[in-house]
């Protein structure tokens, strides 16, 4: 059995979550944006279907990516040297999640709904959640979104609509956290579980022990006052 959690109960300790299914720790009825807050410094997320209660989570081992061990293969390089996109910050947040919503190949559903929806852009008017946006031809053709505690990225969900352009938005982010780094405690973006896909790129598994220890340095550094990123990162 699994906590029932109301408005005012604390997450329980993740070392008290599933073994099967992994990382299963808690279930409620609301998804508020001070819950989530409270849930991510915790290193807890949401991941549930539509109509269910919301489940949240905090598997072991824990999917990660440091920005500096981010893949770019030569055929990404030359994207990126490419002057024909444009990359934006926080322009179309709600396009983006809802982009990232959309019904995919080989999928039954998805599991960002409105209610999703609703509080991470509570969250983005807060100034804790963010998107990164590819554009072409004033057209946004791919991006990624999560949230921005201290100096702690939580990726949930990345979309494209033409070739490389989510990794295109994910390349900016991860050289955007390295020169913003202040400290020689390196950035980290969370990526939750393992895929093929983000295990392509650099990502890799790592104890949930160990990624508690490196949340509570991150979360606790200060804030980026700006979510601007510079023009000349890959020129």
């Known amino acids: 059995m699994i906590p029932w959690l109301t408005e005012d109960t604390p997450f329980p300790p993740v070392t008290q979550a599933l073994r099967e299914p992994n990382g299963l720790l808690a279930a409620s009825l609301s998804l508020s944006p001070e819950r989530l ?38 055929s990404l390089a030359k994207v990126l040297r490419n002057s024909n996109y444009q990359v934006r910050t926080d322009t179309s947040f709600e396009r983006v999640m ?50 921005a505690i ?11 609509s033409a ?16 020169r913003w780094q202040n400290t020689s405690i390196t950035p980290m973006i969370d990526c939750q579980m393992h895929t093929p896909h983000l295990a392509s790129l650099g990502a890799r598994q790592i104890p949930r022990s160990e990624f508690i220890a ?22």
């Open 37 to 74: 807050l409270e849930a991510y410094r915790h290193g807890i997320f949401p991941w549930f279907s539509p109509g269910d209660p919301v489940l949240w989570w905090s598997p072991s081992p824990r999917m990660v990516l440091i920005p500096n061990e981010f893949i770019i293969s030569k």
């Open 150 to 160: 201290g100096q702690m990225f939580y990726g949930e969900s990345m979309f494209s």
């Open 214 to 235: 490196l949340l509570e340095v991150l979360v606790n550094l200060p804030p980026r006052t700006s979510w601007q990123f510079d023009t000349d990162l890959f020129k």
């Open 163 to 178: 070739s490389n352009a989510s990794k295109i938005a994910l390349a900016h982010l991860t050289r955007q956290l390295l």
């Open 98 to 147: 809802r982009a990232c919503a959309a019904p995919r190949s080989g999928q039954a559903g998805t599991w960002i709904d409105e209610q999703m929806i609703a509080a991470y852009c509570a969250l983005h008017q807060q100034g804790f959640a963010h998107s990164v946006e590819t554009w072409v031809n004033d057209r946004l053709v791919g991006g990624l979104y999560g949230v």
